[in-house]
Nanobody, 116 residues
Framework: QVRLVASGGCLVQPGGSLRLSCAAS????????MGWYRRTPGKQRELVAG???????NYADSVKGRFTISRDNAKNTVYLQMISLKPEDTAVYLC??????????WGQGTRVTVSS
């Protein structure tokens, strides 16, 4: 079963920066489009960024210009660099395939809290 382990989340002040990582235990990672999702209580899960196997990226309007997704296929890892964080970015961040999440085991994700 595929394991997705996200890390890097913490409490940060508005305007701050964070870099999230998500390591996947799959050998086909390099040929798979991956993305970062976020989950907030009372809201639908949101896809915030995606990256194809070839490195083409796309972003939700709410994070465009502030978040950057990247990947290291040698490490089976996808990253999310976040700057100019806002309180509304507070969420649990998880990774999975895009455009449809296909890995059933999401893992626990990593919690980002933006607050002063």
């Amino acid at each position: 079963q595929v394991r997705l382990v996200a890390s890097g989340g913490c409490l940060v002040q508005p305007g701050g920066s964070l870099r999230l990582s998500c390591a996947a235990s799959v050998s086909i990672f390099s040929s798979t489009a991956m993305g970062w999702y976020r989950r907030t209580p009372g809201k639908q899960r949101e896809l915030v960024a995606g990256i194809t196997s070839g490195g083409i990226t796309n972003y939700a309007d709410s994070v465009k210009g502030r978040f950057t997704i990247s990947r290291d296929n040698a490490k089976n890892t996808v990253y999310l660099q976040m700057i100019s964080l806002k309180p509304e970015d507070t969420a649990v961040y998880l990774c999975n395939t895009v455009p449809v999440p296909s890995y059933n085991n999401w893992g626990q994700g990593t919690r980002v809290t933006v607050s002063s």
